[in-house]
Structures are given as structure tokens and as C-alpha cells.
T-cell receptor, first 112, second 112 residues
Framework: GNSVTQMEGPVTLSEEAFLTINCTYT??????LFWYVQYPGEGLQLLLK?????DKGSNKGFEATYRKETTSFHLEKGSVQVSDSAVYFC???????????FGKGTLLTVNP | DADVTQTPRNRITKTGKRIMLECSQT?????MYWYRQDPGLGLRLIYY???????NKGEISDGYSVSRQAQAKFSLSLESAIPNQTALYFC???????????FGQGTRLTVV
């Protein structure tokens, strides 16, 4: 079945540091890939997505590229801010029988 | 108003009690889902529904039941709550497979 493995946290960075959160997946066919973000006390919201190989999703300075050859979808941001502190989830969705499969989440804390 | 609304937001209940969590959406989506979030385990799918007449078990359906009362409403019931069902519960909707999901703000359930 489908699965998502993402970098375990927590990750603690200083403001303006470079961020990478690794995500790899196992899936049949051609899944869509997503990064969701969960701010404290809130539900999940979509951060970015990519629907086919070599697509780059981007939003709010975050980027991730769909790499089919390495089955990866790593999240990056060049300069993090305190307001980026949240839990980040990598997820995939694919096939006719929908199932949005999540990684376990990575807690990011950005200090001023 | 939120597109996906969950009630209640917080609930404390006693072991053995029946409890219902409700979800309503104004997105007009056919697909609705219930997830459970536990620290370190990410989100796990409890039940999902592709339309009013289609209900499917997810990976952790034991101890739970659902009802799809209308396209816009999907409720989750714990017939006899137990302490290890203490968790954060999320309802989500989507338009179709390989598309993003939209989440409610969650229900924090504590079973004592």
C-alpha cells in the first residue's frame, strides 16, 4: 500500500535559517503529493502540492519538487520566520480509491 | 464562516459513554473523511465516504461508526468510549481523488 516517510522532528532553527524537511513515499501509479501545515490549535491547511513528476509546488516561500526517480518531495524554504513555527505533514493521494496518506509530521520551531 | 465545521471543539466524556462528533461542510464536495491525530503517529484514517450511499472503513475503524446524513454532513460516533480514544479528531472533505483535502479545526476528545 501507499506510505509516506518524513523526517522526524522536532526541528529547531534560528530566524532566517534554511529549512529542509525530507519526505519520501511509496505508492503505486502516479500519486499527487502534498505538504500540509498545522499551526498551533488549528486544523491542517494545504501549503503546496504537485500532481506529476518534476512539478514544483510553491507557496509562502516554501517549495517542493516531485521527484519520481527518488520518490521524494522534500520541503524547502530559504529563510524561515518565527511565524513558520508549526507542524508540517507530507502526504500523498493516488489511485481510484482515494486515500490521503500522511507522514507522521515534523514539528518546526523557529527562534528569533 | 469556516468551510468545514466540526462540533464540539472540545469534549470530555466518561468511559462507556456514547458520543457523537459532527461535521458539516459548505464546499459542495462529495467526499468526506474522519481522521484521528495522535502525537508521534500523524493522522490516521477512521472512515471515509465518497457519497451519501457510500461508506468505507479506514485503517482504524474498530470502536467507531459513522453516518452520512446528507452530502454536507458526516458524523462520527464512539458507541462506548474508552480512554485510548482520547485524541484530536479531524473531519475533511475533497472534490475527488488526487485533489487536496480541506480540514475542519478539529475536536479534542478526552475520555476519562
Amino acid at each position: 500500500g501507499n506510505s509516506v516517510t518524513q523526517m522526524e522532528g522536532p526541528v529547531t532553527l534560528s530566524e532566517e535559517a534554511f529549512l529542509t524537511i525530507n519526505c519520501t513515499y511509496t505508492a503505486t501509479g502516479y500519486p499527487s503529493l502534498f505538504w500540509y501545515v498545522q499551526y498551533p490549535g488549528e486544523g491542517l491547511q494545504l501549503l503546496l502540492k504537485a500532481t506529476k513528476a518534476d512539478d514544483k509546488g510553491s507557496n509562502k516561500g516554501f517549495e517542493a519538487t516531485y521527484r519520481k526517480e527518488t520518490t521524494s518531495f522534500h520541503l524547502e524554504k530559504g529563510s524561515v520566520q518565527v511565524s513558520d513555527s508549526a507542524v508540517y505533514f507530507c502526504a500523498l493521494s493516488g489511485g481510484s480509491n482515494y486515500k490521503l496518506t500522511f507522514g507522521k509530521g515534523t514539528l518546526l520551531t523557529v527562534n528569533p | 464562516d469556516a468551510d468545514v465545521t466540526q462540533t464540539p471543539r472540545n469534549r470530555i466524556t466518561k468511559t462507556g459513554k456514547r458520543i457523537m462528533l459532527e461535521c458539516s461542510q459548505t464546499k459542495g464536495h462529495d467526499r468526506m473523511y474522519w481522521y484521528r491525530q495522535d502525537p508521534g503517529l500523524g493522522l490516521r484514517l477512521i472512515y471515509y465516504s465518497f457519497d451519501v450511499k457510500d461508506i468505507n472503513k479506514g485503517e482504524i475503524s474498530d470502536g467507531y461508526s459513522v453516518s452520512r446524513q446528507a452530502q454536507a454532513k458526516f458524523s462520527l460516533s464512539l458507541e462506548s468510549a474508552i480512554p485510548n480514544q482520547t485524541a484530536l479528531y479531524f473531519c475533511a472533505t475533497s472534490r475527488g481523488s488526487n485533489t487536496e483535502a480541506f480540514f475542519g479545526q478539529g475536536t479534542r476528545l478526552t475520555v476519562v
